[in-house]
Nanobody, 124 residues
């Protein structure tokens, strides 16, 4: 089992950057594939990025590819989401999620563990 806590959200102007962090506690963090999801008001939770348990494979949604970068440090039990060139439509609560497999799915339902979320607000 793993517990997840996100941090790093905040208010940023369009075109700016933020780095979200997700701290994992529990055993065998390197056994978990990790993902980032987001949920805007009135919308369903959507896939943003995922990373394999050894960090060797990543994938992104079309809306963030080329702007966001997911990474992990298994020695520190951390997952990161670097967000560049932020747009108004990136405003949402961002969640990290984990599942004990090599590479997690893009469906939120495929993840067993979730953090509480961190708010990202992009303004003009």
């Amino acid at each position: 089992q793993v517990q997840l806590v996100e941090s790093g959200g905040g208010l940023v102007q369009a075109g700016g950057s933020l780095t979200l962090s997700c701290a994992a506690s529990g055993r065998a963090f390197s056994s978990y594939a990790m993902g980032w999801f987001r949920q805007a008001p009135g919308k369903e939770r959507e896939f943003v990025a995922r990373i394999s348990r050894n960090g060797g494979s990543t994938a992104y949604s079309d809306s963030v590819r080329g702007r966001f970068t997911i990474s992990r440090d298994n020695a520190k039990n951390m997952v990161y989401l670097r967000m560049n060139n932020l747009k108004l439509e990136d405003t949402a609560v961002y969640y990290c999620a984990g599942v004990a497999t090599l590479l997690g799915p893009i469906a939120a339902g495929g993840y067993d563990y979730w953090g509480q979320g961190t708010q990202v607000t992009v303004s003009l």
